[in-house]
């Protein structure tokens, strides 16, 4: 569930940048695809300054892409890290637990 509402905000934050900055950088946002990696950058928190919006609708949309990024990819990606840490800790607990 998580992979597909990533792939899918991923996908739709490739296509409204591309609405958005097309007509501005056309160099840059040549394509929903060449969108892709800005989408990447932006949704992951990583935000290389590369490739960046330059008109109040793509700074906006932006910031919305941006929050819904935290909220769907960065604090779920927290968690489950965090869980798959007590994972292991219960794990290791267990071993030591059975050797003598």
Do not use: C, N
């Not at 509402?5 to 160099?27: H, W």
């Not at 946002?29 to 800005?38: E, I, K, P």
């Amino acid at each position: 569930m998580f992979l597909i509402a990533t792939a899918m905000l991923l996908y739709f934050a490739a296509v409204g940048i591309y609405y958005f900055e097309s007509s501005a950088q056309p160099e840059s946002f040549q394509s929903v695809f060449h969108s892709l990696w800005w989408a990447l950058a932006t949704l992951t928190t990583v935000g290389y300054g590369d490739v960046y919006p330059v008109t109040v609708g793509g700074k906006v949309f932006t910031f919305l892409v941006l929050m819904l990024g935290l909220g769907i990819v960065a604090v779920p990606a927290g968690l489950v890290a965090s869980a798959l840490g007590k994972a292991r800790d219960e794990e290791e607990q267990e071993t030591a637990d059975r050797v003598p």
